[in-house]
């Protein structure tokens, strides 16, 4: 996947489906993205990289795109994959996840099971056990990978306001927020809207 010549709002979309794969000292585990955010630089006020802040929490955010950004958020691990050149900072956050392999393993790291289990941005990367460490690293050069080949399609993607970003002007409500329709494992999805996972997808 293109993570450099392509705009962060396309590859956010594009993300949906595509199947992110960890793997651990024991174990592989795998799943298919149905929910990111776009973060879209040093204009977006809800961005980490806002009116070109640096620190060295964020430095990975301004690293070549396909770069890690991993950052904690009360105590929970956030994975974003950065998108642009260096020195841009702009990333999507991989919010939500279907699981696939590794699914028994999952359960006993979250201590919970069904739509539960990585229905959120830092429900999943518990649930794959992944580490802080990999923040600066790179996509599929070390233990966290994105398969795009053996990948799924969403029926539809559905587009809204981020989640937890109050008091941000127009940028709390920009639909800079996609998902697969229908998907159960899409986070603050209602009962009422849920689909059954095989139908989410083509």
């Known amino acids: 996947m293109d993570f450099l010549h392509r705009d962060t ?3 956010a979309k594009d993300l949906l489906g595509v199947k992110v794969v960890f793997l651990d000292e024991l174990e592989t585990f795998t799943g298919y993205i149905v929910e ?3 973060y ?3 204009e977006d006020r809800a961005a980490h990289g806002y009116n070109g802040k640096r620190t060295p929490k964020v430095e990975s955010l301004y690293k070549l795109g396909g770069t890690i950004y991993a950052h904690v958020m009360h105590n929970h691990l956030l994975i974003n994959f950065v998108t642009k050149d260096e020195g841009i900072p702009e990333g999507v956050l991989i919010r939500a996840v279907e699981p696939e392999e590794g699914i028994e393993t999952m359960k006993l790291n979250r201590g ?3 739509f539960e289990l990585t229905n959120g941005p830092g429900k999943w ?3 794959f056990n992944i580490p802080r460490h990999l923040d600066g690293s790179r996509l599929n050069e070390g233990r966290l990978s994105i ?4 990948r799924k399609y ?3 993607i559905e587009e809204s306001g981020r989640i937890g970003i109050p008091n941000k002007g127009d940028w709390t409500f920009k639909p800079l927020r996609f998902t697969v329709k229908g998907n159960p494992y899409v986070s603050k ?3 009422s809207d849920m689909t059954d996972t095989d139908y989410t997808w083509l």
């Open 9 to 11: 709002i396309a590859i």
């Open 36 to 38: 990111t955010e776009a």
């Open 40 to 42: 879209v630089g040093k």
């Open 112 to 114: 919970k099971s069904g």
């Open 125 to 127: 990367t518990k649930a």
């Open 147 to 150: 398969d795009t080949k053996n």
């Open 154 to 156: 969403p029926c539809a």
């Open 189 to 191: 999805m209602r009962k």
